[in-house]
């Protein structure tokens, strides 16, 4: 239960002088409501280790503390928010860890034993490269419950032939289930944000759709989505690849691929000399 003592989330704002800062994406969900649907959607975390990424003035901490979750470790870079922090450690005990740091350069996964969940509202500006970080160590987690905004969110779930459909589609359901639970309006927000915001679930895989490098199938989406509108026949033309031989239309559009297409061409890219291609994102991509 909730300590009686806790004041209200705008209280705790003014307190700290909390304004959003829109360099670091800040966006406050403050109602008790959505925050509590948001644990739900996470599902039962009875016996698991729970980690935020970004808690911000502490709206979705509070409703993960009150879940069954073993325990909640925040991963803050904002001074102000840790100092709130602090005051819920207080008030949780050893419960709730606090970690200063940057999501893009921490090891995540080394902030808590397993078994893992991520539950977080992520900041927009952020939310595409902290995926890809988690997906590239995905083995690592039980579940990933994240807000995006529902632009991001709608490329997670897209199918082939569909206009969002591309590389974060193809490298995430390749890895994961994915389901978008519910929206959240941007009035829900302080300040308000610019769109409309999606909550998703993303449930490992026991194992991949299909062994493949992960670079790999990158290089290749990226390839392929940078020139979406080209025959794959042109956008591909620089991997000398033999799409004939892969039974793969070299007259397709990369829209109209499977992972599964994708993961032959990937594999294929492996196994020919333009391998290990010059135009391997490393790690990042943002489509």
């Known amino acids: 239960m ?5 004041p209200p989330h705008r209280e705790v704002i003014r307190k700290h002088d909390l304004k959003a800062r829109k360099s670091l994406g800040q966006h406050f969900l403050l109602d008790s409501n959505l925050t509590g649907r948001i644990v739900r959607a996470a599902g039962d975390l009875t016996g698991y280790h729970v980690i935020e990424v970004g808690p911000g003035p502490g709206g979705l901490t509070r409703a993960l503390l009150e879940s069954p979750a073993l325990t909640v470790t925040v991963l803050e870079k904002d001074h102000r928010c840790l100092s709130i922090m602090a005051e819920l450690k207080n008030a949780f005990g050893n419960r709730l860890k606090v970690v200063a740091g940057d999501a893009l350069k921490t090891d995540i996964p080394a902030l808590t034993s397993p078994p893992r969940k991520i539950v977080a509202n992520l900041p927009y500006n952020l939310s595409t490269p902290l995926l890809l970080r988690w997906l590239r160590e995905i083995e690592a987690y039980r579940g990933l419950t994240l807000m995006f905004q529902s632009e991001v969110a709608d490329r997670l779930i897209a199918q082939p032939r569909t206009k969002a459909y591309g590389r974060l589609s193809v490298i995430t359901q390749w890895l994961c289930e994915v389901n ?4 959240i309006p941007k009035e829900a927000f302080t300040p308000p944000p610019n769109v409309t915001s999606t909550v998703s679930n993303l449930t490992p895989r026991p194992s991949p759709l299909c062994s493949v490098s992960f670079e790999a199938l990158e290089t290749v989406t990226a390839i392929a989505f940078g020139k979406r509108r080209k025959m794959l026949r042109a956008s591909l033309k620089t991997l000398n690849l033999d799409l004939s031989a892969l039974e793969i239309e070299p007259t397709r559009r990369p829209e ?4 599964i297409d994708f993961c032959r061409l990937a594999n294929a890219l492996v196994e020919s000399r333009a391998w290990p291609a010059k135009s ?5 991509f943002y489509a």
């Open 2 to 6: 909730m300590p009686p003592d806790l």
């Open 180 to 183: 978008s639970a519910f929206n």
């Open 256 to 259: 109209e691929l499977s992972v």
């Open 280 to 284: 391997s994102l490393k790690g990042e």
